[in-house]
């Protein structure tokens, strides 16, 4: 579980396969053990390797490596990184599991003095989940929706988290993950 506050980014030194290899802070390596759980671009990851010289290395499932931007991720891309949350731990941001549910495409980025809006089309899928006022994590990113018209949906970023999270370099046309927020999820299960 995770919260969507990216404190961390990394940078993807090796993308063999479905094997991933990430440069990360050496305030992360401390956390990161194999067999533990580490948020690369908000997917949550098992850690199968970690040394100080190569980073931490990850492998990716065929079905995520196409479900999510994981798998078109060329060598030297920044990554969002976010460690686990543990009990006892802040919940900033909203919970996060890690589970990405599509991929959205950024459409357009407007400057609002030292901020951005962000609109993202989503998957039709996605849609009814994208209401304003509520939360969703974009790569990882927790997130509050500003408006939202069909499938398409916006977002405000501050200047901390264009300069903590990757999201600070989207550009028009750029894939990000999604991830929607659980509880409008588990609801509307519950509605079923």
Known sequence: MFTGIIRYQGKLTKHVGNELTIAEPHVVSARLKPGG?????????TVEARSKKQG????????????????????GSRVNLELPLRIGDPLD?????????GVGTVKDIQRRGNSRLVTIAAPRALARYLAP????????????IQSSRGTTFTVGLIPETMQRS?????RAGSRVNLEIDMVAR???TLKK
Not at 37 to 45: D, F, K, P, Q, R
Not at 56 to 75: E, F, I, N, Y
């Open 37 to 45: 759980s580490v948020a690369v671009n908000g997917v949550c990851l």
């Open 56 to 75: 931490v290395r990850v492998s990716v499932m065929p079905t995520t490596a196409r479900s999510t931007t994981l798998g078109s991720l060329p060598d």
């Open 93 to 101: 941001g909203h919970l996060v599991s890690g589970h990405v549910d």
């Open 133 to 144: 006022k509520g939360s969703v994590a974009i790569d990882g990113v927790s997130l509050t």
């Open 166 to 170: 990757t999201l600070g370099i989207l």
């Open 186 to 188: 588990y609801l509307d």
